[in-house]
């Protein structure tokens, strides 16, 4: 009783608080250092640029006084004069050649407080290992009971799958415990026209518009399907290599694009879109990306994105300059640590993310602020056994929260069973 009360009485004077007290006299020296230093290094600069100045000026006075006591002057003499003194003028003006710039890294290593207690009783979803094939597995083919790489995919409140059947070139619908699919998008084959479709990698569900918007990548386009009435497209964005599609609770279409490292955010009628993440060049700092593929938006706005060749998955929030890491980052490979050229990326009501962690041939789930996730399913090597995948893509949960995988090069579509207990 008596340490329980010492211990409400010393709350400020934890071990935990000393480390954040700790940590922000650091920071607040190391900025006061900083600034002290670009302080010193501006004024010398600066002094420097005044002697300059002061130097000049005493050379052109001293002239001024040789001409005069020459009386020599003369309309061009006074002209270069008129010139000299109009440049001293200008560099007497703050100095242009001085200017601060900002370091993209981080200078102060954000802290977190993670409580061990509380990631235990962290509430977790758990799946059947065994996956139930519930559209394709009939081999590679464009018969309607066969799918061709399939990508992104959607589940409607009736269970039935909406499919990107990207070798194919078109978009097929597979209703609840259906032996075949029905195409409701490119059924004229592959091409550029309306109608057509070429290597398409996702599908969204526009419920304002009634309609389907498809990234139809080799088109580099986004094409919109109206109420599966193939007769009626419209043409929403041209010339973009949009891999991933999501859309958030306004009706807003956000694109990745795989060419210019960025996403963009779209209402209906844009001809541009604003940038939401990216758009910095090709690279790995936490305002880049590199082959952003699949992404998806929650209900605070904020996107996360399957950085493909970073082998990352990156948060953006809202109005967020830059991201952060939630999955991978480091470097490829096969540990809990890391990812091998993610693709599908889903968030459930937990707030836990599902990578689809394509060249490790298995789907991982990550906590925001994790060291390491875990696998989900697969895992088990590549194969096409019911507990293997072979190149997982697409992602999606029905409205039981089952788990859905598009198994790519297995050409089928994998449930897997969430377990209630």
Same mark, same amino acid.
């Given at each position: 009783?008596?340490?329980?009360?010492?211990?409400?009485?010393?709350?400020?004077?934890?071990?935990?608080? %000393?480390?954040?007290? $700790?940590?922000?006299?650091?920071?607040?020296?190391?900025?006061? %250092?900083?600034?002290?230093?670009?302080?010193?290094?501006?004024?010398?600069?600066?002094?420097?640029?005044?002697?300059?100045?002061?130097?000049?000026?005493?050379?052109?006075s001293?002239?001024?006084?040789?001409?005069?006591?020459?009386?020599?002057?003369?309309?061009?003499?006074?002209?270069? &004069?008129?010139?000299?003194?109009?440049?001293?003028?200008?560099?007497?003006?703050?100095?242009?050649d001085?200017?601060?710039?900002?370091?993209?890294?981080?200078?102060?290593?954000?802290?977190?407080?993670?409580?061990?207690?509380?990631?235990?009783?962290?509430?977790?979803?758990?799946?059947?290992?065994?996956?139930?094939?519930?559209?394709?597995?009939?081999?590679?083919?464009?018969?309607?009971? $066969?799918?061709?790489?399939?990508?992104?995919?959607?589940?409607d409140?009736?269970?039935?799958?909406y499919?990107?059947?990207?070798?194919?070139?078109?978009?097929?619908? #597979?209703?609840?415990?259906?032996?075949?699919?029905?195409?409701?998008?490119?059924?004229?084959?592959?091409?550029?026209?309306?109608?057509?479709?070429?290597?398409?990698?996702?599908?969204?569900?526009?419920?304002?518009?009634?309609?389907?918007?498809?990234?139809?990548?080799?088109?580099?386009?986004?094409?919109?399907?109206?109420?599966?009435?193939?007769?009626?497209?419209?043409?929403?964005? !041209?010339?973009?290599n949009?891999?991933?599609?999501?859309?958030?609770?306004?009706?807003?279409?956000?694109?990745?694009?795989?060419?210019?490292?960025?996403?963009?955010r #779209?209402?209906?009628?844009?001809?541009?879109?604003?940038?939401?993440?990216?758009?910095?060049?090709?690279?790995?700092?936490?305002?880049?990306?590199?082959?952003?593929?699949?992404?998806?938006?929650?209900e605070?706005?904020?996107?996360?994105?399957?950085?493909?060749?970073?082998?990352?998955?990156?948060?953006?929030?809202?109005?967020?300059?830059?991201?952060?890491?939630?999955?991978?980052?480091?470097?490829?490979?096969?540990?809990?640590?890391q990812? !091998?050229?993610?693709?599908?990326?889903?968030?459930?009501?937990?707030?836990?993310?599902?990578?689809?962690? &394509?060249?490790?041939?298995?789907?991982?789930?990550? &906590?925001?602020?994790?060291?390491?996730?875990?696998?989900?399913?697969?895992?088990?090597?590549?194969?096409n %056994?019911?507990?293997?995948?072979?190149?997982?893509?697409?992602?999606?949960?029905?409205?039981?929260?089952?788990?859905?995988?598009?198994? &790519?090069?297995?050409?089928?579509?994998?449930?897997?069973?969430?377990?209630?207990?």
């Amino acid at each position: 009783q008596q340490t329980i009360i010492q211990q409400k009485q010393n709350l400020h004077n934890s071990s935990s608080i %000393q480390q954040i007290n $700790q940590w922000e006299t650091n920071s607040i020296e190391k900025i006061q %250092q900083t600034a002290q230093q670009c302080r010193e290094k501006v004024m010398k600069l600066t002094q420097k640029s005044i002697n300059d100045i002061e130097k000049k000026f005493s050379e052109l006075s001293q002239k001024l006084k040789e001409i005069r006591q020459e009386n020599e002057f003369n309309e061009i003499d006074l002209n270069n &004069c008129q010139l000299k003194l109009t440049q001293i003028t200008k560099e007497f003006l703050p100095p242009s050649d001085i200017s601060i710039r900002q370091d993209s890294q981080e200078f102060i290593k954000k802290i977190t407080v993670i409580s061990s207690l509380q990631q235990n009783q962290t509430e977790k979803n758990t799946f059947q290992q065994f996956g139930i094939t519930v559209a394709g597995g009939n081999g590679h083919g464009q018969e309607l009971n $066969q799918l061709s790489y399939p990508r992104g995919m959607f589940i409607d409140n009736d269970k039935s799958i909406y499919i990107a059947d990207c070798g194919n070139d078109r978009i097929v619908k #597979w209703k609840l415990n259906s032996n075949i699919g029905q195409i409701i998008a490119g059924e004229n084959g592959v091409g550029n026209r309306n109608n057509q479709l070429s290597w398409p990698t996702n599908i969204i569900f526009d419920k304002e518009n009634n309609s389907f918007i498809i990234s139809d990548y080799k088109n580099n386009r986004v094409i919109q399907y109206f109420d599966q009435n193939q007769t009626n497209q419209q043409i929403l964005i !041209s010339y973009i290599n949009c891999v991933g599609l999501t859309i958030d609770k306004n009706g807003f279409i956000y694109t990745s694009d795989s060419q210019n490292n960025e996403v963009r955010r #779209w209402k209906q009628g844009d001809k541009k879109g604003e940038l939401v993440a990216g758009g910095n060049g090709q690279g790995n700092g936490l305002n880049q990306l590199n082959y952003p593929t699949y992404i998806f938006i929650d209900e605070d706005y904020s996107l996360y994105i399957s950085d493909y060749e970073n082998n990352r998955v990156m948060k953006w929030r809202k109005d967020a300059k830059e991201g952060i890491i939630v999955a991978g980052g480091n470097g490829e490979g096969r540990s809990l640590k890391q990812l !091998s050229h993610p693709r599908g990326v889903i968030v459930d009501h937990l707030g836990q993310i599902y990578v689809a962690d &394509c060249s490790n041939h298995r789907v991982m789930r990550w &906590c925001e602020g994790d060291a390491e996730g875990e696998i989900v399913v697969g895992g088990y090597g590549q194969g096409n %056994q019911s507990n293997q995948l072979n190149y997982p893509t697409g992602l999606s949960f029905d409205n039981e929260e089952n788990l859905y995988v598009a198994d &790519c090069s297995n050409d089928r579509i994998q449930k897997y069973e969430k377990i209630l207990i």
